[in-house]
């Protein structure tokens, strides 16, 4: 059974960073991508950012030369390094890992708040 685990949300004044972590097990196929999407209230879900086996990235435009996904592959984690916080990164951010069979799993979500 997939498990994600997610770690490092919280409250954060604006300018401020935070580091989440994701942390995956029980990928029977194996690991192709790995990614962060978030949520605001009343606003759909929406890709932060991704990676994948060989390292190629995406990002939202908001959050370039802001946010840093990376992926250790021995230990199955992503990262995602959000530096210079704005209010507006508010929501709720979700861990999701595809695997080599295009299968998805979702993590549990961690809230980011950015306030002051």
């Known amino acids: 059974q997939v498990q994600l685990v997610e770690s490092g949300g919280g409250l954060v004044q604006p300018g401020g960073s935070l580091r989440l972590s994701c942390a995956a097990s029980g990928m029977i196929f194996g690991i192709n991508a790995m990614g962060w999407y978030r949520q605001a209230p009343g606003k759909e879900r929406e890709l932060v950012a991704d990676?994948?086996?060989?390292?190629?990235?995406e990002y939202l435009d908001s959050v370039k030369g802001r946010f840093t996904i990376s992926r250790d592959t021995v230990k199955n984690t992503v990262y995602l390094q959000m530096n210079s916080l704005k209010p507006e990164d508010t929501a709720v951010y979700y861990c999701?890992?595809?695997?080599?069979?295009?299968?998805?799993?979702w993590g549990q979500g961690t809230q980011v708040t950015v306030s002051s």
């Open positions: 990676i994948n086996i060989v390292g190629s990235t």
């Open positions: 999701r890992v595809t695997d080599w069979r295009g299968n998805t799993s």
